[in-house]
């Protein structure tokens, strides 16, 4: 199926620090999702993002659909120790009608540790 | 309070009895999935349904099975259970058109022996 790659993997960062995080794909999304997952809990959905070029803030948290469609990027500023998790990007390819409309695939994850 | 409920939350069991996951969602939302969550490989997804009695495949859907009898309700099956399909298990259910903003699950820990 399809793959997304996000790294880094994990990051060690202080209170404060702005965290970047991305990830990429060999083929093209049509939808761009970041979500967040608290540890115990299941993921909880930051920002989606619709159309090539788009770029949407949330809070402190800002996220870009990719122009080429096969990448996003996710940025926290300002982060504080709340913010620690894992942060999954995921994409989805189908359009209405197609074979692949209802799947999403996630990236593996970047762990984010925030010390106070 | 708008939920997607799982049961069960904790489960051990041995290989090849047979074992469902239910999973319920209050927001009649057309739209429900199942993932599994495993240490560097992020969520696979294994089935979806788009709408009562419709169930497409995932990337991973070998040795489970799903059925989507009634709106709220979507059930993960394991038939004949192995080692290798120990992992952690969500639930996810949204509206059909927005389909990708995914409301998820607690979660269901499964250990296969």
Request: with cysteine; hydrophobic share 30%; net charge neutral.
């Amino acid at each position: 199926g399809q793959q997304l790659n996000q790294s880094p993997q994990s990051m060690f960062i202080q209170e404060g620090e702005d965290v970047s995080m991305n990830c990429t794909s060999s083929s093209i999304f049509n939808t761009w999702l970041w979500y967040k997952q608290d540890p115990g809990e299941g993921p909880v959905l930051l920002i989606a993002l619709y159309k090539a070029g788009e770029l949407t803030s949330n809070g402190r948290l800002t996220a870009q659909f990719g122009i080429t469609r096969k990448d996003s990027f996710l940025n926290i500023s300002a982060s504080i120790p709340s913010d620690v998790g894992i942060y999954f990007c995921a994409g989805q390819l189908g359009r209405a009608g197609g074979t692949s409309y209802g799947k999403l695939t996630f990236g593996q994850g970047t762990i984010l540790t925030v010390h106070p | 309070e708008a939920q997607v409920t799982q049961n069960p939350r904790y489960l051990i069991t041995v290989t090849g009895k047979k074992l469902t996951v239910t999973c319920s969602q209050n927001m009649n939302h057309e739209y429900m999935s199942w993932y599994r969550q495993d240490p560097g490989l992020g969520l696979r997804q294994i089935y979806y349904s788009m709408n009562v009695e419709v169930t497409d495949k995932g990337d991973v859907p070998e040795g489970y099975k799903v059925s989507r009898k009634e709106k709220r309700n979507f059930p993960l099956i394991l038939e004949s259970p192995s080692p290798n399909q120990t992992s952690l298990y969500f639930c996810a259910s949204s509206p059909l058109v927005t389909r990708s903003e995914q409301f998820f699950g607690p979660g269901t820990r499964l250990t296969v022996l």
